[in-house]
């Protein structure tokens, strides 16, 4: 029987989503209490499965994970889950076909909180939001892995002031390179501050060669 679950996680407590050697990581919490909890044995013949891998330091609020489970899972047994973690909580479950993979989502998306002062350009920072949406090759604001495709859709970036000080970011694409939204704002605040002229980032943009 394969299993989807909404999870949520607090990411100050872990270094990053993916299984890493020797680091606490939200993957590998969930798969020590999936196991303690006699749900799971091995991810890899469980096909364990997840829409996002987080970096260190993010939080989710509706990451997706799924796995064939070696026995039927109830709605009690993600309050036992919940018991064995922490920052980490299960609160949805739906029992799905045998071909279901998180990776497949139609859409993600991912929220940055920014903070500014009154020396910030907002008219250079809006016209730098701007270039990034749509088709680009983001080489030059990722982190490429190997033969990986820099080529990704931003669909919108949609921008809301909280107060004074805050800015919301809400960055929404089908996928997203490793490091890519924290590449991407980190550009956006240095035009913000003029620290950095638009005119390279267009140029870091237009010619991933550089």
């Known amino acids: 029987m394969r299993y989807a679950f909404k999870i949520a996680y607090d990411g100050r407590y872990y270094n990053g989503f993916a299984r890493q050697p020797d680091q606490r990581t939200v993957e590998g919490e969930i798969i020590r209490a999936l196991r303690e909890e006699g749900l799971m044995e091995d991810p890899k013949r469980a096909k364990f499965r997840a829409a996002s891998r987080t970096d260190k330091g993010v939080s989710a609020l509706g990451n997706v994970i799924a796995f064939d489970s070696v026995k039927e899972i109830k709605l009690w047994n993600l309050y036992e889950l ?14 799905v076909s045998s071909n279901f993979y998180p990776r497949h989502a139609r859409m993600r998306w991912y929220r940055y909180y920014m903070h500014i002062d009154d020396k910030f350009n907002i008219e250079k920072f809006l016209e730098a939001c701007s270039l990034f949406t749509g088709k680009h090759n983001f080489r030059n ?16 970036i949609v921008i809301e002031w909280r107060d004074e000080s805050t800015i919301c970011l809400d960055f929404f694409a089908h996928t997203f390179l490793r490091h890519q939204v924290r590449k991407l704002v980190e550009a956006l605040k240095k035009v913000g501050r003029e620290e950095v002229d638009i005119f390279l980032v267009k140029e870091a943009l237009n010619n991933p060669s550089i």
């Open 82 to 95: 919940n018991k064995r973690l922490e920052g980490i909580w299960f609160y949805g479950i739906k029992k």
């Open 141 to 156: 604001f990722a982190k490429i892995e190997g033969k990986k495709n820099p080529c990704r859709t931003i669909e919108n």
